[in-house]
C-alpha cells in the first residue's frame, strides 16, 4: 500500500500569509485545507509576526502536516518592503521548523512552472490550475492558492528536495 503523505505549502506575507494542505498518495493529490492568516495591519512588526507564528502554529497543530514548503522571497525594488517579508518568511519557516519538520524552499517562477506550466503565470492562472488540479479545493484568498500551489510544487519536487535538505545537514 502506498504512503500518504501530508504537504503544508506557505506562501508568507505580512498582511496575509496563505496555508495549504494536501494529501500525497503515490501521485494523486488531494485538497485537505486552506486559509489565510491575517494580522492586524495596524499593529506593529513584532507582534504581526508573532499574530503569524501564532495562526501557523494553529494550523499545523490542527492538521499535523509530514512536510512543509515556503516560497522563497524575491527581491524587489523596494529593499525594506523586501526586508520585511523575509521577517514574515522567516516566521513561516520557523513553525514548521519547530514542529520538528523539514522545510523546503521554492522560487516563485518553480511554482508557477511547476502549476501552469510557465514561469510567469498570474494569479488568475494559479487560481484556475489549482481548481483544476484539485476541483474539492476551497480557499480564501489569492494567498491560500498561491500556497496550495506551492505544496503542489513541493509534491512534484519532494524526492530531489529532500535530497538537497539532507545533503546540506551533512
Known sequence: MTETIRII????????????VIDVTGSRLSFVGAGTVRPDEKAE??????????????????????????EATFVNKDA??????????????????????QVAEYAPN????????????????????????????????DDSADALAIAICHAHHRGPARMRLAAAAR
Do not use: N, Y
Request: net charge positive; glycine share 12%.
Open 45 to 70: 512588526l513584532a507582534l504581526r509576526l508573532c499574530e503569524i507564528h501564532d495562526g501557523l502554529a494553529k494550523v499545523l497543530s490542527a492538521f499535523t502536516p509530514d512536510e512543509a514548503a515556503v
Open 9 to 20: 505549502g506557505i506562501d508568507p506575507g505580512l498582511r496575509r500569509t496563505g496555508w495549504g
Open 80 to 101: 525594506a518592503a523586501t526586508l520585511k517579508l523575509g521577517q514574515a518568511r522567516g516566521v513561516a519557516m520557523l513553525v514548521p521548523a519547530l514542529a520538528g519538520l
Open 110 to 141: 518553480a511554482v508557477k512552472k511547476t502549476v501552469v506550466g510557465a514561469g510567469h503565470g498570474a494569479k488568475e492562472q494559479i487560481r484556475m490550475m489549482v481548481s483544476v488540479l484539485m476541483p474539492r479545493a476551497v480557499f480564501d484568498s
